[in-house]
């Protein structure tokens, strides 16, 4: 126990405590390291979503898995781990994280256990497929799932270590321009994996791309690592398993607008549950072939990338409101087109709209828990917000498969009108917090 500890505290540079600073004096030195974050972190996004491009969770990883077996409980298993596993953990290390005076070690040097190293072991996983195929599809998905997990363990710290070292009106663009620049990146990835595929034999296919994968999510770590940290002390209140459930229920009690957003969001998330069956119908209805399929992800992809720029432009503005309102009306457009249309070409639209949806939430969707915690609280607000999300992820594609078993109409159909009520829940039950924070600095002022 004694020497765990020890451990715990030299990787996390417990020993070394961080005294008190006014928050001007964080600021001003996250204002003088500005630029220099910004080139370090979007080299880490860039790295990063290069090597997802070659484990995607929706093409090369169940493509992997199916080489296996087809057993739809692995392949779903496979599938809420890729969707829930960042979202889930981060309500339970939320309380600890927000105590640490340093988030930085927690995100390199436990981050590097928890997170990176595990991704060495897929294309250990792969070589060995065909000769012993249960083993390797055992170490691949008990990998993957330790990946997802230790990133999640580990967010909520990345997150707080973003709003430390960006100010809240220029968070939108780092992270609308990183996604969109990882976005192309992972298109060029998405191409040169598909070339790989095609051309070497399995399993060493696999092995080529998980290792591609490995190389470059190792290098975004260690890209991450050169992150300048303006240090400021944690929140100090003592810390029990009782205290820190009954802190993070005050939290959703006390803050109604926080709550309110809360249930929109989930909401809204549970209104995507028709997005892993918009390719299935598509090819069903009209028989396209697979060189459209491809075009379809292209356009995808594209939205996505507006999604992304617009979303952070906007947001530095506007606050992080709107764009999730563009967003979720984006989404509930492209299921009534996907339920509406009479030709092919009309999916077009609805594969613009979902990527423009996808890109708006990875940048909006994850910022905006920042701002309505003040300082001290920011990773217990990210982990409740990020584990309800979690939690809605990984239902919406379990209802959607349920639903539609009744037929396609009533699955986007039911896409639609819950994706709906969330936004109108968004617009007329949530204050924007960015504006909210100002009217109550204001307020004190006067």
């Known amino acids: 126990m004694f020497l765990r500890k020890r451990l715990l505290s030299r990787l996390l540079l417990l020993d070394q405590p961080v005294p008190a600073r006014p928050p001007r004096e964080v600021e001003l030195e996250a204002t003088r390291n500005y630029r220099w974050n910004f080139v370090v972190n979007v080299l880490d996004g860039l790295a990063f979503w290069f090597g997802l491009a070659f484990v995607s969770s929706s093409t090369i990883v169940p493509l992997f898995v199916s080489k296996i077996t087809l057993n739809p409980l692995v392949i779903g298993l496979v599938a809420m781990v890729a969707q829930a596993s960042w979202y889930i953990p981060q309500l339970f290390t939320a309380d600890q994280i927000e105590r640490l005076d340093r988030k930085k070690p927690v995100v390199i040097n436990a981050g590097f256990f928890l997170e990176r190293l595990p991704v060495w072991l897929w294309p250990v996983a792969a070589y060995f497929a065909a000769d012993y195929p249960m083993a390797a599809l055992t170490l691949f998905i008990v990998s993957y799932a330790w990946h997802g997990l230790g990133a999640g363990m580990i967010g909520p710290a990345w997150q707080d270590l973003l709003a430390r070292c960006f100010p809240v009106e220029k968070r939108g663009w780092l992270f609308g321009f990183t996604t969109f620049a990882g976005t192309g990146a992972a298109a060029l990835g998405a191409g040169l994996s598909s070339w790989l595929l095609r051309e070497l034999a399995y399993p060493f296919n696999f092995v080529v791309l998980f290792s591609i994968a490995a190389v470059a999510i190792t290098l975004s770590w260690a890209a991450l690592a050169f ?103 984006a989404q509930v457009t492209g299921f009534t087109i996907a339920l509406v249309t009479p030709v092919a070409e009309g999916m077009v639209a609805v594969y613009a709209l979902i990527g423009f949806a996808v890109g708006v939430n990875i940048v909006s969707g994850i910022l905006i828990a920042l701002e309505f915690a003040p300082p001290e609280r920011r990773p217990s607000y990210v982990g409740i917000a990020n584990t309800a999300v979690g939690v809605a992820s990984g239902l919406a594609p379990l209802l959607g498969g349920w639903i539609a078993t009744l037929g396609y109409t009533w699955l986007f159909g039911a896409s639609a009108l819950v994706g709906g009520a969330a936004l109108v829940w968004l617009f007329l039950g949530v204050a924007d917090p960015r504006r909210q924070a100002l009217s109550s600095a204001l307020s004190e002022s006067v």
């Open 227 to 329: 992150v300048r940290e303006p240090l400021q002390a944690g929140h100090r209140e003592p810390s029990t398993s009782a205290n820190r459930w009954a802190r993070m229920a005050a939290i959703i009690r006390e803050d109604h607008n926080f709550r309110s957003y809360l249930g929109a969001r989930m909401l809204l998330v549970l209104g995507t549950m028709g997005s892993g069956f918009v390719t299935v119908i598509t090819v069903e209805r009209w028989d396209v072939p697979d060189a459209v399929v491809g075009v379809y992800t292209a356009v995808l992809l594209l939205g996505q990338t507006v999604g992304n720029l617009l979303a952070g432009l906007i947001a530095d503005r506007r606050g992080h409101k709107l764009p999730l309102l563009m967003g979720g009306a």
